[in-house]
């Protein structure tokens, strides 16, 4: 428990939940934006959201939430992503954010090294930066950096392999790649928990590049080498969803257990089936709600209501409990 992070407290803040009455921009590249905001009652200020990624429901969540903070506080949220999660992709969005000059930025960046520079040159131009999801290694630039409780849900993800194959047998990793803050941080935990059980053994950690397909030929191999297996973790969404499917393919349901991450529609499935047994869900909404929140507190002059750092707990989904709307409550959506 050594590295164990702990949740630091939120400001008391509206549920998130309810109906959209209207997007505001929702856009696949911002290259629009109302420039610096001037100052007086009439100023209107320009939000800018880059996630990992536009079309995974977890960011898709993290719209939500956004925009109904947006809505709430008057500001313009403008969404500008790559439609798959890719370092070179996504600096070149984040160098035409830059060129639109919005008064904030929120980011989830796809390297912790690698999008120090492209988030530098915000900072240098006097916009501040949120890091929303992920995070950089380095976060003395940020205002911010938003995420949940990472190693603790791969902590959460070993008890479970753990408990449902009685404490023995061999496991393996799925990962996306390494240099992602939230990934690495979950294996971490994953890493770590495990080495309370003496009899368990993690045999291997792949990278699947958030391709659920790869996930699924990896699960199937992993099957197929080590007769011994008794789970996989997969540490996102794409990875737990493409290592249920391969479990599943393999025939190996109920004797290879499968503990994922995140919620969308597939994995909810798949989890009601039994082939996945636990997931860890985070709360993507009320990141992009209180990274909208804390733009607008740096920008109002209320910095002092900025936490640096923020962990948001997980909930645990199993087969049993999946259909409890208090866990249902927290599925990702797959439209903002
Ligand atoms: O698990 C989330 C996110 O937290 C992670 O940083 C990247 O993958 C997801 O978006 C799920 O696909």
């Known amino acids: 428990m050594t590295h164990r992070r702990w949740f ?39 939000i800018t959201l880059i996630p990992g990624l536009t079309t995974d429901p977890f960011y898709i ?14 500001v313009n949220l403008n969404w500008a992503g790559a439609t798959t999660w890719s370092l070179e992709l996504q600096v070149p969005v984040v160098k035409s ?9 929120l980011i989830a960046p796809t390297d912790d ?32 950096a938003i995420s949940s409780d990472n190693y603790q849900g791969g902590e959460a ?65 992993l099957i197929l080498s080590h007769p011994g297996l008794v789970g996989i973790f997969g540490t996102n969404l794409y990875s737990a969803e493409g290592a249920a499917k391969g479990v599943d393919a393999a025939g190996a349901k109920g004797k290879v257990f499968v503990a994922g991450y995140d919620a969308e529609p597939a994995e909810v499935t798949l989890l009601k089936q039994g082939v996945i047994n636990i997931l860890v869900i985070q709360n993507p909404a009320e990141e992009g709600s209180l990274a909208v929140q804390y733009a607008y507190d740096f920008l109002t002059g209320h910095k002092s209501m900025i936490k640096h750092s923020v962990y948001l707990p997980n909930v645990v989904a199993t087969t049993a409990n999946a259909g409890n709307p208090m866990v249902s409550a927290y599925y990702y959506k797959t439209s903002a």
Do not use: C
Not at 97 to 105: E, H, M, Q
Not at 120 to 134: E, R, S
């Open 8 to 46: 630091n407290g939120l400001r008391s803040r509206a549920a998130i939940g309810v109906a959209v009455f209207g997007l505001v921009a929702g856009m696949t590249l911002a290259t629009a934006g109302t420039g610096a905001a001037t100052a007086g009652a009439a100023t209107k200020y320009t």
């Open 157 to 221: 993800a070993a008890d479970a392999i753990a408990k449902l194959s009685h404490d023995k047998g061999q496991v393996a990793i799925i990962n996306v790649e390494k240099g992602v803050s939230t990934t690495d941080l979950r294996q971490s935990g994953f890493l770590w928990e495990m080495k309370k059980y003496t009899n368990m053994k993690v045999v291997a950690a792949d990278y699947d590049q958030d391709s659920p397909t790869t996930a699924e030929t990896l699960a199937r191999g």
């Open 113 to 144: 090294v690698a999008l120090f520079n492209p988030i530098d040159q915000f900072v240098k131009a006097g916009i501040p930066v949120i890091a929303v999801d992920t995070t950089l290694k380095n976060t003395s630039i940020l205002a911010s």
């Open 97 to 105: 954010v830059l060129a639109s000059k919005p008064n904030a930025l």
């Open 61 to 74: 969540t993290m719209h939500y939430g956004a925009i109904q903070e947006a809505k709430k506080l008057g």
